[in-house]
C-alpha cells in the first residue's frame, strides 16, 4: 500500500493549510490513520491520529488550530492546519495501517507517506 501526501508549502504565520494524504495499492481496510511531523534537528513527533470509528486525538501543541478528518471512500486522510505558527515548520509524514488484499487472503500493513515540507515564515 503506497500512501501519497500533498499540500505543503509556505504560509505566513496565522494562516492556513490542509494536507492530504490517499493511500492506493490493494487495500482491504484501514484502521488508524495519521499525521506525524519532523522538524530541522528534532525526533519525528505525533501530531493528530483518526481511528477507523473516527476519534481522534492530538499533540498538545496543536489542539485547538489543527483538525484531522478522514474519507473512507477515497481511503484518504486530511489535515486542517490553521493559525499556524512558524514552530509548526516541520516536514510533514502521513502514516496508514490495515489490512492489504493478497492472492492468498489478507495481511498487515503499515505505511509511511514521502512527507510533505510546511514552512511558517513572514
Known amino acids: 500500500v503506497q500512501l501519497q501526501a500533498s499540500g505543503g508549502g509556505l504560509v505566513q504565520p496565522g494562516g492556513s493549510l490542509r494536507l492530504s494524504c490517499a493511500a492506493s495499492?490493494?487495500?482491504?481496510?484501514?484502521?488508524?490513520m495519521g499525521w506525524y511531523r519532523q522538524a530541522p534537528g528534532k525526533q519525528r513527533e505525533l501530531v493528530a491520529a483518526?481511528?477507523?470509528?473516527?476519534?481522534?486525538n492530538y499533540a498538545d501543541s496543536v489542539k485547538g488550530r489543527f483538525t484531522i478528518s478522514r474519507d473512507n471512500s477515497k481511503n484518504t486522510v486530511y489535515l486542517e492546519m490553521s493559525s499556524l505558527k512558524p514552530e509548526d515548520t516541520a516536514v510533514y509524514y502521513c502514516?496508514?495501517?490495515?489490512?492489504?488484499?493478497?492472492?492468498?487472503?489478507?495481511?498487515?500493513?503499515?505505511?509511511w507517506g514521502q512527507g510533505t515540507l510546511v514552512t511558517v515564515s513572514s
Open positions: 502514516q496508514m495501517d490495515g489490512r492489504s488484499s493478497t492472492s492468498w487472503g489478507t495481511r498487515r500493513f503499515d505505511s
Open positions: 495499492g490493494s487495500i482491504f481496510s484501514i484502521n488508524g
Open positions: 483518526i481511528s477507523s470509528g473516527g476519534s481522534a
